[in-house]
């Protein structure tokens, strides 16, 4: 830490990103000019962004993977102390391992979170470069959740489980960044997402959503050849729920 306050290069890096983040976090990639970034950065020379990152979008692809990796380290620790138990865990254990990694991403010494914000604007916009900026490479503790999540729920038929685990990578994502932005906007505080049982009661909202029974009215809509087929109860699914995730 030390040795980053007295590296201008590094000041200055960190400046560009904690800056690019939040204007990206608010009005997307394509709302935000270079000149922009580097202006309100408070850098004086024009070309700083593009000698310390080249371009906007190996920018945007540094940060997508600074938080990335940052909750796929959290997840996989708590995971791995899940793994070294004698009992399994449970579904609302797991969930919680997807939702807590996901809060307080504030960059070093900024006191504010953008980074769940910013990825869900740049996955409505920039699917694909948000994709290919994780290399499939940062999701790894995703991707262990989601098979806990299929070994708690056998009881589920694995076609209305892969939809309602896609239907979780979009309720999710869209959740924190409405905390993310009411906590900034009030400085850490808000009289609802400050609540004791706000997050709680976001998780039981998940667990519900995972966990509940299916209605007759959705089993008539299943296809015959697909309700009867014990394959398609039990694959794995397509791994379209892989896309999003917060």
């Not at 939702?99 to 916009?125: A, C, K």
């Not at 503790?141 to 806990?148: K, V």
Request: some cysteine; glycine content about 6%; overall charge positive.
């Amino acid at each position: 830490m030390r040795l980053r306050q007295h590296n201008p290069d590094a000041q200055t890096r960190d400046a560009l990103k904690l800056t690019a983040r939040r204007l990206f976090a608010t009005r997307g990639i394509d709302g935000v000019s270079v000149r922009e970034i580097v202006i309100q950065a408070g850098q004086r020379n024009g070309g700083s962004l593009h000698y310390h990152f080249g371009t906007k979008e190996a920018l945007v692809r540094e940060l997508v993977v600074d938080g990335a990796k940052l909750i796929d380290d959290r997840r996989t620790v708590l995971l791995d102390a899940i793994q070294k138990r004698d009992s399994p865990p449970s579904l609302r254990e797991i969930i919680e391992i997807l939702v807590w990694p996901s809060t307080n991403l504030r960059h070093e010494g900024s006191g504010e979170d953008t980074y769940i914000r910013f990825i869900n604007v740049l996955q409505m916009s920039h699917r694909q470069l948000f994709l290919d900026a994780l290399e499939n490479r940062w999701n790894a503790g995703y991707q262990r959740c989601l098979a806990h999540i299929r070994e708690l729920l056998p009881k589920v038929p694995s076609l209305i489980l892969n939809q309602r685990l896609i239907f979780m990578g979009i309720y999710l994502p869209a959740i924190l960044s409405s905390r993310e932005t009411a906590l900034d906007e009030q400085h850490g505080r808000h009289h609802f997402w400050s609540a004791p049982y706000t997050m709680e009661n976001v998780i039981d909202s998940i667990e519900s959503l995972l966990r509940g029974p299916v209605s007759a009215q959705t089993h008539s809509k299943i296809p015959p050849s697909v309700a009867g087929n014990p394959i398609a109860k039990r694959s794995g699914g397509s791994g379209r729920e892989r896309d999003r995730r917060p």
